[in-house]
């Protein structure tokens, strides 16, 4: 499973961006996706997901209500919609995938398969 990334970019504090993520592979139902990010000397932590099938969402508190995950079966792919953006989002953005979608894992090694990796940059 190969998992393309597009979107990020820089916007100024209060600003949208969106990232997108595509699968190699389709799946009907049984696979989740979402996004992790780490900023410079930090780990990486759990943005969002969502499940592949039902498309419950999840988020961490630090983006709930400002971030939007979702997801198009029919092109094999998620987006992350990101509103409000903070200078604290600046990170690099990835997204992953796994087949272990009825536990949401808030951890990296949770996760199967990784994107490259999208920079955004909020500027105050």
């Known amino acids: 499973v190969q998992l393309t990334e597009s979107g990020g970019g820089s916007v100024q504090t209060g600003g949208s961006l969106n990232t997108s993520c595509t699968l190699s592979v389709c799946f009907s139902s049984s696979f989740a996706m979402g996004w992790f990010r780490q900023a410079p000397g930090k780990e990486r932590a759990f943005v969002a997901a969502?499940?592949?099938?039902?498309?419950?969402?999840y988020y961490s508190d630090s983006v709930k209500g400002r971030f939007t995950i979702s997801r198009d079966k029919a092109k094999n792919t998620a987006y992350l919609q990101m509103n409000s953006l903070k200078p604290e989002d600046t990170a690099v953005y990835y997204c992953?995938?796994?087949?272990?979608?009825?536990?949401?894992?808030?951890?990296?090694?949770?996760?199967?398969?990784w994107g490259q990796g999208t920079q955004v940059t909020v500027s105050s």
């Open positions: 969502i499940t592949w099938g039902g498309g419950r969402p």
């Open positions: 992953t995938g796994s087949m272990r979608w009825e536990t949401i894992a808030t951890v990296p090694y949770g996760w199967d398969h």
